[in-house]
């Protein structure tokens, strides 16, 4: 078994689709635009657009012993992906806070683990010490590949981009658009991510200069990380770069949505997930927040969000969306009431904010919640 070592740093290559004109380059270095935000997510959801995310990072994990070994370790169920397969996972704390998010894709020889920007290097360092005699391989490609993101179906010219080492293209599909198997919905209403049909295709770096050249010949366009935001919050999806903390619980979150499997078998800090689903109750909940006026100011995260004058969240993303205006997701107490105006502090500026509850104040405490039949089950008289 080699000992293999991460091969990337916190650093990754400048990203040459930053040339591209119009680009506004963010703090991690993509574009966060190219132009208009607002016109670049209407391009987005028309498929019509993609999003350079190669700040983000790529793991390689491989041999025979890896699915049931990742699966030892983390929140979803993984020792069944099938080539081909995508999902969602969570590395917890043994107290159950969320220290990783991933996004996982196996073709059938390696699983790929998608993770957000600047935490390759820690995660593959803490896999290698955890392989002890199993058979696997990790090694951190980030530096090696970039990751696209776009909506519905990948341009016919970007397919022979796209890697394949094992004759599957490595695209990692969004499960957020239904509750994953041996997960659970907190949220009680109508869940936008229903319609959400984004994509990421993980591509060598080598072929950077290629889709520069795609895109300056007008085949293919590019929208910023900025647009992709405004849309994730649209559709409260949590993404551990915005949304987490030192304190996160995934139940906080909706996160059992899709990235928690109740059913499983051990992994760390699966005791305070069954013990907060079961028993007790998480003690903060996301929330959707609509504010007030199309001109306001776009509040930065960790905005204070009050009651009156009680402080009782702050903000993890705020975004201008096309349809909405601006728009955030706010992590807020539990007993935050619902029925509040609340109002979000941007730098002084106090701005009103309708909230939409996501997770209620009563999520948790199911294992005594009556079941209603599945539909289609067969009743069998007595």
């Keep these: 078994m080699a000992d293999d070592a991460s ?47 190669s700040d983000r990072g790529v793991i390689e994990v491989s041999g025979p012993d890896r699915l049931g070994w ?14 081909g397969q995508s999902a969602e996972t969570l590395l917890l704390d043994p107290h159950g806070h969320v220290q990783h998010a991933m996004r996982v894709f196996e073709d059938g020889q390696t699983t790929w683990l998608l993770v957000d920007e600047g935490r390759s290097a820690e995660l593959t360092k803490w896999l290698l010490k955890m392989r002890f005699m199993k058979q696997v391989e990790i090694i951190d490609r980030s530096a090696e590949m970039l990751t696209l993101g776009y909506f519905g179906e990948l341009p016919d010219v970007l397919v022979p981009l796209i890697l394949q080492p094992a004759d599957v293209p490595v695209i990692w599909h969004d499960p957020w658009n239904e509750v994953a198997e041996g997960g659970w919905q907190y949220s009680a ?35 910023g990380t900025d647009a992709l935001e405004a849309l994730r919050i649209a559709a409260w999806r949590p993404r551990i770069a915005a ?10 979150f909706d996160w059992l949505r899709t990235a928690v499997h109740l059913n499983k078998g051990c992994y ?24 007030d006026g199309v001109d306001v100011v776009l509040p930065e995260a960790g905005a204070a969000v009050l ?20 728009i955030a997701l706010a992590i807020l107490k539990r007993n935050a009431n619902t029925e509040s105006e609340l ?17 209620p104040p009563e999520a948790g405490r199911t294992a005594n919640v009556p ?5 289609g089950a067969v009743k069998r008289e007595g």
């Design 70 to 83: 990742l699966d030892s370790l983390l929140s979803q169920r993984l020792d069944n992906l099938k080539p």
């Design 243 to 252: 949304e987490g903390d030192d304190n996160a619980l995934p139940h906080e």
């Design 307 to 326: 009651d009156g004058e009680t402080e009782v969240g702050h903000i993890t993303s705020a975004a201008r969306h096309f349809e909405e205006g601006v």
């Design 268 to 291: 760390r800090g699966q005791e305070t997930v069954a013990k907060v689903h079961n028993l007790g109750h998480p003690p903060r909940r996301l929330a959707f927040l609509s504010l």
């Design 343 to 359: 109002v979000v502090d941007a730098e002084g500026t106090r701005i009103p904010a309708t909230q939409v509850v996501i997770v």
């Design 7 to 53: 091969s990337a740093s916190g650093d990754m290559p400048p990203s040459p689709l930053t040339a591209l004109p119009g680009a506004i380059v963010g703090a991690t270095g993509v574009a966060s635009a190219y132009g208009n935000s607002l016109t670049e997510q209407r391009s987005l959801l028309a498929g019509s657009a993609l999003v350079d995310l």
């Design 189 to 223: 209403q109508e869940h936008p991510g229903t319609h959400w049909n984004y994509s990421e295709a993980v591509v060598p770096r080598s072929a950077a200069n290629e889709l520069v050249d795609l895109a300056t010949a007008g085949v293919i366009s590019f929208a």
């Design 371 to 375: 079941r209603l039949p599945r539909l």
